[in-house]
Each structure stands twice: as C-alpha cells, then as structure tokens.
C-alpha cells in the first residue's frame, strides 16, 4: 500500500497566491483529515470528512481557506488569498471506518513570502 | 477549552536507558489515546494506543500507562535505541475508539533525542 499521498511535498509562494494542496487517501479509508502543523501551535485540525462529507470544519481559520473532497480517493485544501502566516505543513491523515488510527501522509511544507 | 498537552518538552537519554515521555489530558470524556512518532521531515507515525477501560497496555519495546484519576498518559520506551529519536505526542479522541470516526486533539509533543 503507497498510503497516503500528499502533493506538492513543497511549495513556496507569493502573499495573494492562490495554494491547492492535494491528497489521496489510502484506498478503503472512509474518513480523510486535514491538519496544520507549526512550531508555535502544534498539530491542528482543520476539517475533516467521513464518506465525502465535510463533517465538521470549526478548525478552518478563516474564509481564506476551503476544503473539498469531490471523490472517496482525493481531497483538496486550498487557500485564497495566501498570507504569510499561513506558512506551515500541511497533512492529510485517513483512517477506515472501523478504526481510530490516522495514518499520515508525508505533509506539504507551505512557504508564503 | 478542552486541552491535551505535555510535561516535558525535550528529553534526552542515553542508548539503551528507558524512556518515560508523559502527558496530561483534560477532557474526562476521552476514552481513547494514542501515541505518536513523527521523524524529522515525516507524517506522524502510529506508535500504541490504549482504551479507557485499560490502564495498561504494551506493544514491542513500547508500554503506555493510562490513570484517569489524574488524566494522566505515559509512554515508556524500553532499551532506547537512537532510532527511536523523535518528536512524540499523544492524541485522544473524545468522543469513543468504538468505530466512529471523531477528530483527535493533539498534545504540543515531545522531543526524544538518544545520545549514542
């Protein structure tokens, strides 16, 4: 199994840039999460889904931020207009409906100049 | 608010010493934890997790203590190897480990660093 795929592992950007992140769950996973993490705020969650459903997204911080899953294998996080505090990394976690554990994807590093 | 978070923010041990990373929770509704264990440049890793119906619970080389008196989560690490030199967190899920699906909150984390 690949497990969970993030891409880009990378970005860095201009303030007022649009930024999609992507992942792909592992295959079977009914429930997909977004976290933010920094070193100041550690691991946060942002949103998550369970069947494709956005199911409770209070961790968004603003409307800068939205996040879709339009199929059971991929999700995007995207954030419009960037800012410079929005740089941190960015994981997508999934686990099945049957289980609690979360397995991580390798993360996105978002860098806003 | 609800909060889990961590006594020590940095432990250092030598090779083959055991390790005891803790961490206090303050929801009484939790009824499962997990450990973490994120390498540098990594997603988070699985490491145990442990019900609240238990108060003990031991995996290979790895043992994780539960006291709900205190709200209290430990992580001992027998014989630490330098591979085990890592950022740790628990985690606990607030809202039951019986198959639903609910978010987990997140401790500040600890780092491990073995000294060879």
């Known amino acids: 199994d690949a497990g969970v795929i993030q891409s880009p592992r990378h970005e860095v950007t201009e303030m007022g840039q649009e930024v999609t992140l992507r992942c792909k769950p592992i295959?079977?996973?009914?429930?997909l999460f977004w976290y933010r993490q920094t070193m100041m705020r550690g691991l946060e969650l942002l949103i998550y889904?369970?069947?494709?459903?956005?199911?409770?997204d209070s961790g968004m911080p603003e409307d800068r931020f939205s996040a879709k899953m339009p199929n059971a294998s991929f999700s995007t996080l995207k954030i419009q207009p960037s800012e410079p505090r929005d740089s941190a990394v960015y994981f997508c976690?999934?686990?099945?409906?049957?289980?609690?554990?979360?397995?991580f994807g390798p993360g996105t590093r978002l860098t806003v100049l | 608010g609800e909060s889990v978070g961590l006594h020590l923010p940095t432990l250092s041990v030598q090779e083959g010493d055991n390790s005891i990373i803790n961490c206090a929770y303050s929801?009484?509704?939790?009824?499962?934890f997990i450990w973490y264990k994120q390498e540098s440049g990594k997603g988070p890793q699985f490491i145990i997790d442990?019900?609240?119906?238990?108060d003990k619970r031991q995996g290979q080389r790895v043992t994780v203590l539960l006291n709900k008196t205190v709200k209290h989560l430990s992580l001992q690490i027998a014989a630490t190897q330098p591979g085990d030199s890592a950022v740790y967190f628990c985690?606990?899920?607030?809202?039951?480990?019986?198959?639903?699906?609910?978010?987990?909150?997140f401790g500040k984390g600890t780092l491990l660093t073995v000294n060879p």
């Open positions: 976690a999934s686990n099945p409906l049957s289980g609690n554990e979360q397995f």
């Open positions: 295959s079977g996973h009914n429930s």
């Open positions: 889904f369970n069947n494709n459903v956005p199911i409770d």
């Open positions: 929801n009484s509704a939790s009824d499962y």
């Open positions: 442990i019900r609240s119906n238990m």
């Open positions: 985690a606990e899920n607030g809202r039951g480990g019986g198959g639903s699906n609910y978010k987990l909150t």
